[in-house]
C-alpha cells in the first residue's frame, strides 16, 4: 500500500469516481462491490475508500452500514456531498429498452412515465455499465440514464439533460481508513455518526435511547434502524449528529446510553464538503 492509494466503488466515471476526485489526487482504485471496497481498507490494501451511504431521493446505501456494522477497524474521515444529475444517453430518439442502476432509474421515474411510459427498464450494476452497454449494442436503440461523463467516456448522445425527478438530488459519500472506533477524537464543528443498540427487554428502549441526546439538546440530524441480521424484531440504530456545543455533552450522552444497557459505537467525527 501506499498513502496515496485509494479505493472506490467503480467503475471509472461512477458518481462516487466523481467524489473520489474530490477527495484524492492520487491513484484510484476500483472495486466491483461496496463490501469488497470496504474490505480492502480493512485488510490494510487501501489507505482509504469512498463509498455512497445515503441518496436524498432513495435513502441510505444498506451494504456501506451494514459492513460499517460489523467491522471493528473502519471509521468515517470526511463526508462528500455531490449533487446528481442524470442523463438519458444513447444514440437514437427512438428507444426500445432503458438500462441503468436501480436507484438512477428510481431517482428518474417522472421523466420515463411522460416519455417513455412503455419501454422496458433493466437494472445494472452501475450507471457506467448501462453506458458501456448501451454503447456496446448500437444497432438495439437502447438508452443508459446515468451522469454526464459516463456518457462522454463512451461517446453516447446527450438525448436528454437533468432528467432526475427533483434537482435537489444528492448524495452523500463517505471517506473510510482504518482507525479503532474507540480512538476516534470528537471534534466541535462536525458531524458524528453512531451506531447504537438497546437492550431488547427494556421498556421505553427508544425513548432512554434519544434521553440522553434530548435533554442536553444535542442536534440528532438523522435516526434510522436496520436489522441486526440475529432474530425478527432485533435492531441497530444508526445516528447522526451535529457537534455545535462542548463535546463533553456527548461523551456524557454516551456514558448515559452505555449505563442503561445500550452500546454505541462511534463511526466517525468528521468534516463535510458540500460541492456544487
Not at 37 to 50: P, S, W, Y
Request: hydrophobic letters at 40%; charged letters at 15%; proline letters at 6%.
Amino acid at each position: 500500500m501506499t498513502a496515496s492509494q485509494v479505493g472506490f466503488l467503480g467503475p471509472a466515471s461512477s458518481f462516487t469516481h466523481q467524489a473520489a476526485r474530490k477527495f484524492s489526487a492520487g491513484e484510484l482504485i476500483a472495486y466491483p462491490s461496496i463490501p469488497a471496497t470496504l474490505k480492502a481498507v480493512a485488510e490494510g490494501v487501501l489507505q482509504a475508500a469512498i463509498v455512497p451511504v445515503e441518496n436524498s431521493l432513495e435513502g441510505s446505501v444498506h451494504a456501506t452500514i451494514d459492513f460499517l456494522w460489523q467491522s471493528q477497524k473502519l471509521t468515517v474521515k470526511k463526508e462528500i456531498v455531490l449533487p446528481i444529475r442524470q442523463q438519458l444517453l444513447g444514440y437514437s430518439k427512438v428507444i426500445k429498452g432503458i438500462y441503468s442502476h436501480p436507484q438512477a432509474l428510481a431517482q428518474s421515474q417522472n421523466y420515463l412515465q411522460e416519455h417513455y411510459p412503455n419501454v422496458p427498464q433493466f437494472a445494472t450494476s452501475s450507471t457506467t455499465a448501462a453506458c458501456k452497454y448501451v454503447a456496446a449494442h448500437p444497432e438495439e436503440q437502447l438508452a443508459a440514464i446515468a451522469g454526464k461523463e459516463a456518457g462522454e467516456r463512451y461517446d453516447l448522445t446527450l438525448l436528454g439533460a437533468d432528467i432526475q425527478d427533483n434537482d435537489l438530488n444528492q448524495t452523500r459519500f463517505w471517506v473510510v481508513e482504518q482507525t479503532p472506533s474507540q480512538q476516534v477524537a470528537i471534534l466541535p464543528q462536525q458531524k458524528m455518526s453512531l451506531l447504537v443498540t438497546m437492550p431488547n427487554n427494556l421498556p421505553g428502549a427508544l425513548h432512554k435511547m434519544l434521553a440522553p441526546f434530548g435533554w442536553r439538546e444535542i442536534d440528532l440530524v438523522k435516526i434510522e434502524s436496520r436489522p441486526l441480521k440475529t432474530s425478527l424484531g432485533e435492531y441497530f440504530f444508526v445516528l447522526d449528529l451535529l457537534v455545535n456545543q462542548d463535546p463533553r455533552l456527548i461523551e456524557n450522552a454516551l456514558t448515559e446510553l452505555r449505563l442503561l444497557g445500550g452500546t454505541a459505537k462511534v463511526l466517525g467525527c468528521y468534516p463535510v464538503e458540500v460541492c456544487s
